[in-house]
């Protein structure tokens, strides 16, 4: 076993670093015990034990652990950054960003979330956070980086009724600087709402590869006007766009 403890432990998702290793996200109930004889977390039944751990992906060395406590901010657990695992951005100098998902409606009223971008250096495990140049897309649903470390969300945009029928694919570059933004408006009919679901960047061809959905909308807002037709599914499509959005 690579980690054992008294009570329970699990690894929960896995990432590629850009060295080719692996970076897996795991919880632990108590202390858990690594194969290399390193120990994380407690037995402190009100701390959360979420933590990053390093392995070499030819051998299953461990190649650091670290707990994702966040290091800026003592009014939220480590639970913050570990529950943006899935939404990361791989740079090529080692870097992985992870991003919240929150309501920005909530945001408005003062609702206390925590919106951090956390940066995993992923040669040693520590954890910082970073600024996002605006402001940060709420609801964000995907995350893709291409070979340029240019970095594409996609998100849902909220209007003052709490819905939520325009979504948004934004480019940045690796310093989340805005390049270009691409906004979807559903129809609004039959209550359905507009998704950016998926994001897949295509490294061959240089293509994004996009499936989502919007009724009636037009999903090609920054080159010719391509409407969606099929709207007896909820307007769901799959686009091919190459890296300026068209």
């Given at each position: 076993k690579i980690i054992t403890g008294e009570k329970s432990q699990s690894i929960n998702s896995i990432l590629f670093s850009s060295d080719g290793n692996i970076i897996a996200n795991g919880y632990?109930?108590?202390i858990a015990t690594l194969s290399n004889?390193?120990?994380l977390g407690n037995e402190d039944s009100n701390t959360e034990n979420d933590f990053f751990v390093k392995f070499n992906s030819d051998s299953g060395d461990i190649l650091w652990s670290v707990t994702t406590e966040d290091p800026t901010n003592t009014d939220y657990s480590n639970w913050d950054i570990a529950s943006n695992f899935v939404?990361?951005?791989?740079l090529?100098?080692?870097d992985v960003l992870f991003?919240?998902?929150y309501n920005y409606q909530?945001?408005?009223q003062g609702v206390n979330y925590n919106v951090n971008i956390y940066k995993l250096n992923s040669s040693n495990g520590d954890i910082t956070t970073v600024e996002y140049n605006g402001t940060m897309p709420a609801r964000i649903q995907a995350v893709e980086v291409d070979n340029n470390d240019n970095i594409y969300i996609g998100s849902q945009i909220e209007n003052e009724n709490y819905n939520f029928y325009t979504s948004s694919l934004i480019k940045h570059d690796s310093n989340l600087n805005v390049l270009w933004n691409m906004v979807i408006d559903d129809n609004g009919?039959?209550?359905s709402e507009a998704n950016v679901n998926d994001i897949e960047y295509d490294s061959t061809n240089n293509l994004l590869y996009v499936v989502?959905?919007?009724r009636g909308a037009n999903i090609n807002p920054l080159g010719t006007s391509t409407i969606v037709a099929n709207n007896a599914n909820n307007g769901g499509y799959f686009a091919a766009y190459n890296t300026e959005g068209i």
């Open positions: 632990t109930d108590d004889g390193e120990q939404r990361n951005a791989v090529s100098n080692g991003f919240s998902y909530y945001e408005l009919t039959g209550g989502g959905r919007a």
